[in-house]
């Protein structure tokens, strides 16, 4: 079958020649006569590739010095439990605020660990429409740390802006976001991302760590769980995830060949654009619930008149090889994600069908 | 160039037509328009991969429905830390039996949970040449769990026989043996296992955990720790990494369709015997450390003369296109891993190339 046009909400598409790459040399990856899986993670070759995603990421972000960059295992969910495992002693308290389900579940992980307060919410009736104001946040000024949710893939709002937190360092959530366009990584204090949206297949978590930070975190967790564990041994602690990895560097090689983090950029506002405009150019049939200086670049969210309608929309667009449109079973209606891997040419697909949908009713 | 010879120590070899298989349909999973990467962990073609992944493990252990089965990320050293936060209670005490370097590993990372014991070493200036006898342990009667290393992948033991630890659950990592031979798993509490020497890629680790000790383990931790999070919702709490249970699920569908743990078992014994009765026919040359019945059938260590031979051995070895033979770098030697993958052909390879390098001294 044709490759479909795939709007998942992660794992998600990957580009094609990341993964033409991959299937190239499965069986010999470049003739060492093994796969890149049947490599020691102490190897000569996989060093070469692990380090290569490093660097990738750094150079595609400007990253400072200032920064590690660790990769770990267990998905952005463990990154819950530890961030406060490692940033949050006995006798401090933490600040979230919360924007979607993914922020509230953060913060659940971390009431397991230590002591929390939330320092902002916009919430109406358990849903989310909008990114806060810096006036309704209260934030605690001896706060361990201030947690955010970037883009909130549940509800399809993003923030657009940053929270000023003082002194205090700021980690946030970038799991459905990172990359997505240039950002200025040293607002952070850290930032954690599962890869299966934007950068990599599932099973590798990047986390950018400001140096200081890993250096004073707590000492008496298992050693497994600390920052500082990954720092010190360039993430080769103990084995990593490596075909993860390598089909991440696949993919962060052939972003910065495109162009790099502008191009990315330009395609993702433009995918936006294209999505947005049509949901506003027919109200009668399309409602986007989150408020505009909210919406998302990455999950585009709307409703049709009536969730029978929104199961025909979602089975019109499958049989023309447009799938994964239905909303998270939390939420219901459409959602649209349009990663980085998505091209443009899918959501023009897409922006075409739903302009006839809406002359058809 | 043709596939080398591989004995890396993990991650290891893996069987060809389980990596033919991924290679062909990488870019189109079953006719879906998607690699097997880019498909949602909640949609129906992957939990079909996940669950068969599932029954698979099951059929070939003949594992009874006292047990579940659970995929985790993090590897079999996040399990040295998830093992007590579950099982440890705080005012109980976990017996550790101390067989090798990662056994010791195991012991102390438990340290930094909870309160564990010693309950035999059959370490001699930090060197393991033997698995203990029965009479050598001893046991709290009142242990939470007493923890046990199956294979030891340093120092090529591995456990012929099973302490007896009367009602006090037995868990075992048995990360570098796995499925190397039908076991009766109903001897075990709990058994863990980083597929990446046995039965996949890295970045997945099986859990077998009986349903009592998972019902009434800790429930004081991050749910991502808990056992019985994994168990309620069939591993897919959150983003399982989907590419590295997919590729277990070819090993274990391969490991099946060859004849199942019988003829696997087979094989590997010949492979051991091959290479030990090498061994022991050129005593002037290699030298075994292992005493008789504790030796590994996954890990063959033996030592040359000296570390320049040692050397040679390794450099020529390689010339010839066998690889992974340097020992692991805090014990040397050489170390021969011999996991389901590697084929009969090549054992029979480096056993013939042994008998010439004795000869030509
Ligand atoms: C913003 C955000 N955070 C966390 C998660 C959970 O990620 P994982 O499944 O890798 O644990 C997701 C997954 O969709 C997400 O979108
Ligand atoms: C017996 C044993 N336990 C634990 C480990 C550590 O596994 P991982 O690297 O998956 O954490 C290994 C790795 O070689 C091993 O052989
Ligand atoms: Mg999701
Ligand atoms: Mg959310
Ligand atoms: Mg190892
Ligand atoms: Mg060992």
Chains 1, 2 share one sequence.
Do not use: C
């Not at 990593?240 to 052939?254: E, K």
């Amino acid at each position: 079958m044709a490759r479909v046009h795939n709007f998942n909400a992660g794992p998600a598409g990957l580009p094609l020649p990341a993964l033409e790459r991959a299937q190239r040399e499965l069986l010999d990856f470049e003739g060492t006569g093994m796969s890149i899986m049947e490599h020691s993670h102490r190897g000569k070759a996989f060093e070469a590739v692990h380090n290569e995603a490093i660097s990738l990421l750094r150079q595609l972000l400007g990253l400072s010095d200032d920064y590690h960059v660790l990769f770990m295992q267990g998905g952005a969910a463990m990154q819950f439990a530890v961030v406060p495992m490692n940033l949050l002693p006995p006798g401090r308290s933490a600040d979230y605020i919360l924007t979607g389900g993914w922020s509230e579940k953060a913060l659940e992980e971390a009431k397991r660990v230590g002591t929390v307060r939330v320092a902002g919410s916009t919430a109406v009736d358990k849903r989310y429409t909008r990114i806060p104001h810096q006036g309704e946040l209260s934030l605690d000024p001896n706060a361990a740390y201030v947690h955010m949710t970037t883009n909130n893939t549940l509800f399809g709002t993003q923030w657009h802006w940053l929270p000023d937190t003082g002194d205090v360092p700021l980690v946030a959530d970038m799991s459905s976001d990172i990359l997505w366009r240039k950002m200025d990584i040293s607002r952070f204090a850290l930032v954690y991302a599962g890869a299966q949206k934007n950068i990599g297949p599932s099973g590798i978590t990047v986390v950018l760590a400001r140096k200081d930070l890993v250096d004073s975190a707590r000492k008496d967790i298992p050693v497994i769980f600390r920052y500082a564990t990954y720092a010190a041994n360039n993430s080769l602690y103990n084995t990593p995830p490596t075909f993860a990895i390598y089909l991440m560097r696949n993919v962060l090689a052939y972003t910065l060949e495109i162009g790099g983090l502008e191009e990315v950029e330009r395609r993702n506002r433009k995918k936006g654009e294209l999505l947005y405009e049509t949901i506003d150019a027919h109200p009668d049939v399309f409602r986007a619930p989150v408020e505009k200086e909210s919406r998302s670049f990455m999950n585009v969210v709307f409703r049709l008149a009536s969730e029978e309608m929104e199961k025909r929309f979602v089975a019109e667009a499958a049989k023309e090889g447009m799938v994964g449109l239905a909303g998270h079973r939390s939420t219901g209606g459409i959602r649209v994600s349009i990663y980085n891997a998505v091209p443009v040419a899918s959501v023009e697909r897409l922006t075409a069908f739903m302009r006839d949908f809406a002359k058809r009713g």
